[in-house]
């Protein structure tokens, strides 16, 4: 089984609508992550979450909102999704280590397409 | 300026050939770096991380310039399957401590 999950792969809504995706990991990190990649643009990041209580902006949080359930669960949410929210949403998650750095894990991807 | 930046190719190159990527950063606060690798599609792979000293992995071999600000990835003898994006990823230490993706470089290898 996967170590980070993403639900749903694919999705498509109309402009308006409230999306949520959402993400699970059988990692025990407690580090979780929402980006999003456009075509030459690479990841951005929307939110990110260190704890269960403690949850930070990204560079691209307007129009998104997060909320870590649990240690396990990170989700985000668009309020009133409009078109250019289209793009590939990945979650992720790290255990960080100083020496070592940060090194993330990602879950496969939802495909959000705003009509 | 972005704060890390790669050429964004695409790099076609046949198969055995040796191709460099090339990555600089701007933040002299930066203190771990990475490449990861990523399918069309799919999501981005830990690739290896990259030391001051150097480090290789099979036909992979990364190198940091902290001086330059500057990290390469070296892949000698290229296979049909290392075609992909490459990400330049650095972990900086300033007012809190964030992960920046490059935007990548696109590889074609090609028969």
């Known amino acids: 089984d996967a170590d980070v999950t993403q639900t749903p792969r694919n999705r498509i809504t109309k402009t308006g609508k409230r999306i949520m995706l959402e993400c699970s990991q059988t990692k025990g990190h407690d580090r979780m992550y929402w980006y999003r990649q456009d075509p030459g643009l690479g990841l951005r990041l929307i939110y990110y979450s260190f704890d269960v209580k403690d949850i930070n902006k990204g560079e691209i949080s307007d129009g998104y909102s997060v909320s870590r359930q649990a240690q396990a669960k990170f989700s985000l949410s668009l309020e009133s999704a409009i078109p250019n929210q289209t793009a590939l949403y990945f979650c992720?998650?790290?255990?960080?280590?100083?020496?070592?750095?940060?090194?993330?894990?990602f879950g496969p991807g939802t495909r959000l397409t705003v009509l | 300026r972005k704060e890390v930046e790669q050429d964004p190719g695409p790099f076609n190159v046949p198969e055995g050939a040796t191709v460099a990527f090339n990555c600089t950063y701007s933040n002299s606060a930066s203190q771990s770096f990475f490449w990861y690798r990523q399918d069309c599609r799919k999501e981005p792979k830990l690739l290896m991380s990259?030391?001051?000293s150097g480090n290789e992995d099979g036909r992979f071999t990364a190198q940091l310039n902290r001086a330059s600000q500057y990290i390469s990835l070296l892949i000698r003898d290229s296979k049909l399957s290392d075609s992909a994006t490459y990400l330049c990823v650095v972990n900086v230490a300033t007012g809190g401590f964030k992960t920046i993706f490059g935007a990548g470089t696109r590889l074609f290898v090609k028969a």
């Open positions: 990259v030391y001051s």
């Open positions: 992720a998650t790290s255990d960080f280590s100083g020496s070592a750095g940060d090194t993330q894990y």
